[in-house]
């Protein structure tokens, strides 16, 4: 049986567990006075059932099919013949990858040698005999789970303290698994950023006000040693992203105003998800727009007014991102300000303050905390952006804050740096981890601002 087969049966072993479990708990007090004297709703007991059956046989299919693999090759390695074992480590490998190429029914080559045909039919026979017996152990535990519960189900059986310290436990473990890997994104790129700054030093990194890290073959050519400043990069990061929030912030927070104080519900009912439409336009089609629409007019205009204009500008690309950004915004603007309590309002208005006045002074201030999130995960949005900025701002790292220049940004390049097949140990391929952990750091410094902000306003308005 093959995984996914035996998922599909332990899924249907769970529901029945769930039914006989919900039906045994019935059962045992049909005739003591009904559901009434159970400790728990019946519905614990068949999620107890359930829990039972499901996650020890998860744990184990779990843990199977991530040593499987390794054991069976380790295996199949030992079988073949000495010389072939006594290979290079990046050999033996290309031979282990032909193997399991094998196996899966790729042709690997012409001509197969006897030896690798023979390690991959045993191969093939032992994955057979490791899924059946696999699926022979996933079921006798989920057969053996719901026989037992089913024997341990009593009316004093506290069923809803198990399933919801179980469901406790399961939400810890995943929110440490979260916290783990951000902590590994972290460590990670950390790692490889140092690796880059013992070849380029930090000072010139932070510093340095070209950014040119193609490298050159040979060492008499112009511009060997690249040029690793990060100014530009991020300066390009920068002016793109403030012509983002200057479209999208001002248009984005008077729609969410208009929608939630001003307008009648059946236009609030087709406004607001035609708004929303926008968040599901792909970027690449916002990138064509900027590229055949907006960039083009730009430079248009710019010409019929006697400035020079590049084909490609951070002004095209910024527009375009922030007509992207907008129900970012919009959206989260108008959940927080509905979340006013209406009793702020009705204050200010008995005291005299006009429907603009009580917007302006009672409802925005009470909303701030809220408005800000939204504002900064429309930064983030704006700073991780990729694809506009590739088809409308272009490539080039240009120290400018002419917005009708060409530009580029910290996301772009490393894109760009990690493109096709590199080499993790030249300085332009480590130079895209240093760009990822000043880029994270900048984030980390735009989340702490805010959260000051949403605290000071917060403990004004609870």
Known sequence: MSPSNLLLVLLMLTTAGYCLGRRRALSVVQHKGGPGILHSRPTYYGALTALWCAIPALVVFAFWLAFESSIIIDVVVSGLPEKIQKLPGDRLSLLV??????????IVGPTISPAIQAAADQYRNMAAISHAALAVIVLVICIGAVLWVQRCIKPTLRARNHVETFVKYIL??????????????VLSVLYEAIRFFKIIPIHQFLLGLE?????????DQVGASGAFGVIPVFMGTLLISAIAMCVSVPVGLMSAIYLCEYADKRFRAVAKPLLEILAGIPTVVYGFFAALVVAPMIRNSGESLGLEVSSESALAAGLVMG????????????????????SLRDGALALGSTHSETICRVVLPAALPGIVGSVLLAVS????????????????ANLTVNPLKTVTTVTVQIVTLLVGDQEFDSPKTLAAFALGLMLFLVTLVLNVIALVVVRKYREQYE
């Open 97 to 106: 990858n032909d193997i399991k190429n094998l196996v899966e029914g790729n």
């Open 172 to 185: 810890i473990l995943c929110s440490t698994l979260a916290i783990f890997i951000t902590i590994g994104i």
């Open 211 to 219: 950014w040119s890290p193609q490298m050159a073959i040979r060492s």
């Open 323 to 342: 007509i992207m950004i907008i129900p970012f915004v919009s959206s989260l603007s108008d959940d927080v300000i509905n979340a006013v309590p209406q």
């Open 381 to 396: 949005r704006a700073i991780g952006e990729t694809m506009i900025v590739v088809m409308a701002a272009g490539l080039s």
